[in-house]
């Protein structure tokens, strides 16, 4: 079993750097985004609550304590946005009939990630236009209306889930990466300050900085049963920071994905485990790491060669590394959500 971390996490790390090693000149991409999805349609879903989906994998040899798959059984919804898996196209978003495009997503994102929001509510997660990887790097004109396109999907995603399926029901935002950066605007747009913020049972928003400037009235969530609030976090090695927070201005906000606290650090008991490629639960007690200068630190994983793990950026680790902290605390806080309250324990 010993080889299984080691493999696991690199192919992992693999799929994450497809597209950054070797990045796209942007003048060899057109402006061609195709239709836009209709969300009426079951095939504008990878996942919906009514059929099974990559989402309801469960991985192997996950405990029974930790499998909550019954997707009737709490009255909470789950809106999952996926990150970005476009590393190399002829447009600036990705197409939704890119057959190659839709299986990765479906495999990587929603198989690894949404999966451990499948918590006993209902999981929705919507097929988008995505931006392409190059625009967190190009950040011009066009990277942007790329982002806004991209948005523009999730948000009507978002309504039509509203208008249809919601019901009053409390609501769980979840997405990595670029999805992050698009929950951040549902949050903005939908929750913060307004009705529906009532209805906001937890954000988990990994793999993109948020500020505390980013929102007027939400929180950061400070406490592992605390509701309505946002949990985000990036994480890289101890000791190794990214240049772009000297020039930043701001320190980011940092919620710890054990302690679900925005200081501190969690020892290697408080961590139950982490998913790897193959979909496979594995190594609880692996993973320590502490909050500094708004980002998560990993500390070197103990486990068979975790020296040789041990990386700089961990950003494709964010929630396989805490995938069962994460699937346990998001149940914790559907079954402690209480519509029409404050929601402010």
């Known amino acids: 079993m010993n080889h299984i971390f080691s493999s696991g996490l690199i192919v992992l790390f693999a799929l994450s750097s497809v597209g950054c090693s070797r990045l796209q000149n942007p003048n060899q991409l057109t402006w061609n985004p195709g239709e836009s999805p209709d969300y009426k349609l079951a095939d504008a879903w990878i996942s919906l609550p009514n059929r099974m989906d990559p989402s309801d994998e469960v991985p192997k040899g996950l405990p029974d304590s930790l499998n909550f798959d019954k997707q009737s059984e709490l009255e909470v919804d789950v809106f999952f946005v996926h990150p970005t898996m476009y590393f190399k196209g002829d447009h600036w978003n990705g197409d939704?009939?890119?057959?190659?495009?839709?299986?990765?997503?479906?495999?990587?994102?929603?198989?690894?990630?949404?999966?451990?929001?499948?918590?006993?509510?209902?999981?929705?997660?919507?097929?988008?236009?995505?931006?392409?990887?190059?625009?967190?790097?190009?950040?011009?004109?066009?990277?942007?209306?790329?982002?806004?396109?991209?948005?523009?999907?999730?948000?009507?995603?978002?309504?039509?889930?509203?208008?249809?399926?919601?019901?009053?029901?409390?609501?769980?935002?979840?997405?990595?990466?670029?999805?992050?950066?698009?929950?951040?605007?549902?949050?903005?747009?939908?929750?913060?300050?307004?009705?529906?913020?009532?209805?906001?049972?937890?954000?988990?928003?990994?793999?993109?900085?948020?500020?505390?400037?980013?929102?007027?009235?939400?929180?950061?969530?400070?406490?592992?049963?605390?509701?309505?609030?946002v949990c985000s976090w990036m994480s890289y090695g101890e000791g190794y920071f990214p240049a772009w927070l000297e020039h930043n201005g701001q320190t980011p906000m940092c919620v710890h994905p054990v302690t679900w606290q925005t200081h501190g650090a969690n020892d290697f008991q408080s961590h139950s485990g982490v998913v790897l490629s193959q979909m496979r639960f594995a190594h609880p007690q692996s993973i320590e790491a502490h909050i500094e200068r708004g980002v998560l630190q990993i500390h070197e994983p103990n486990v068979p060669f975790g020296k040789v793990l041990q990386r700089q950026n961990w950003h494709i680790g964010d929630i396989n590394l805490f995938w069962s902290n994460i699937r346990t605390n998001a149940r914790l806080r559907a079954v402690e959500f209480r519509p029409n309250s404050s929601n402010s324990n």
């Open 96 to 229: 939704l009939d890119d057959q190659k495009l839709n299986k990765a997503n479906e495999e990587t994102p929603v198989r690894l990630q949404a999966s451990a929001f499948n918590i006993g509510g209902k999981l929705y997660a919507p097929r988008y236009r995505q931006a392409h990887i190059g625009v967190f790097t190009w950040q011009d004109d066009t990277s942007w209306r790329a982002l806004e396109l991209a948005y523009d999907d999730v948000r009507s995603a978002f309504i039509h889930y509203l208008e249809n399926w919601n019901d009053g029901r409390g609501i769980i935002l979840a997405g990595h990466s670029q999805g992050s950066w698009h929950v951040r605007w549902l949050l903005q747009e939908f929750f913060d300050g307004k009705p529906l913020q009532n209805q906001l049972v937890v954000a988990y928003a990994p793999g993109f900085d948020f500020y505390e400037s980013d929102f007027e009235e939400l929180p950061y969530c400070k406490s592992a049963n605390q509701t309505g609030c």
